[in-house]
């Protein structure tokens, strides 16, 4: 009787014990302690500057064809006006950085590159705008999870420190355990996922970068191209 009763309870005991020891997510960030409170902002910082950067540099890196070709044509024909409006209508570094040479025409050709360079810097700063502080979170989040390491290490020793029976409890150890590991794997995600954030946007800087380049020498080769 007493064998049949145990296997129709077993199942369940199963069950809840399985129930009490699964894990999610959220459920495992809580263990990590206030670290983890960090580690989440660090990533959704991270997420919204690498979006807002995204859009930017996708804007800037708008293409049009017939752009310089209208650009040539605005200068051969003297419609100097009509040139800078066209650049404004445009709006993207490269054309920002072409009014500044046509403002600057009539003057001897070196002005007109250092001015065209001038702002092709200004431009560049604005699209690294926020690069620094992605490049701190891919070194930083890993660093700040270990730190969490230690700090679950250091409470688990204290807590051992103040059992007084003598005997070393698993409750004793869980806790800070839980912390060490919890914080060095969410310090570890969110590093790598802002490290390759980075050096994605560093390479469609440097894209927009060279553009700008050819641009530049686009635009110098008109002056120097006599009129026909």
Known sequence: MNLMLILQVAPE????????????LWTMAKYGGPIMIVLALMLAFAVYLFIERLVTLKQASKENSTFMNRIKDYIYDGK?????????EVNTPSARMIEKGISR????LNDVLVAIENVGNLEVANLEKGLVIMASISGGAPMLGFLGTVTGMVQTFYNMSMNNSGMIQLSDLSSGMYQAMVTTIGGLIVGILAYFAYNYLVSRVNSVVNNLESKTMEFMDILNEPAK
């Open 13 to 24: 005991v199963v069950s809840e014990v399985a129930e009490q020891s699964s894990m999610n």
């Open 80 to 88: 100097i006006e009509s040139a800078i409006n066209l650049c404004r």
């Open 105 to 108: 025409l009539g003057r001897p």
